[in-house]
């Protein structure tokens, strides 16, 4: 998301097919479904900041 607005990862707790439908999210967006473990979710903002 190169676009001078930052980068975050999109949470829900709906299955990634199910939000994909609905079209929710664009292609390339980061996406984690709940329940997860803080290190999880630690380690995806990790990921999306060093794509940055």
């Avoid at 990634?16 to 967006?29: L, S, Y």
């Amino acid at each position: 998301m190169g676009n001078g607005q930052g980068a975050f990862p999109f949470i829900s707790g709906y299955a990634a097919d199910i939000i994909q439908k609905k079209g929710v999210f664009e292609e390339g967006m980061e996406f984690i479904t709940k329940s997860f473990k803080k290190n999880d979710l630690l380690q995806e903002v990790r990921e999306v900041l060093d794509k940055e």
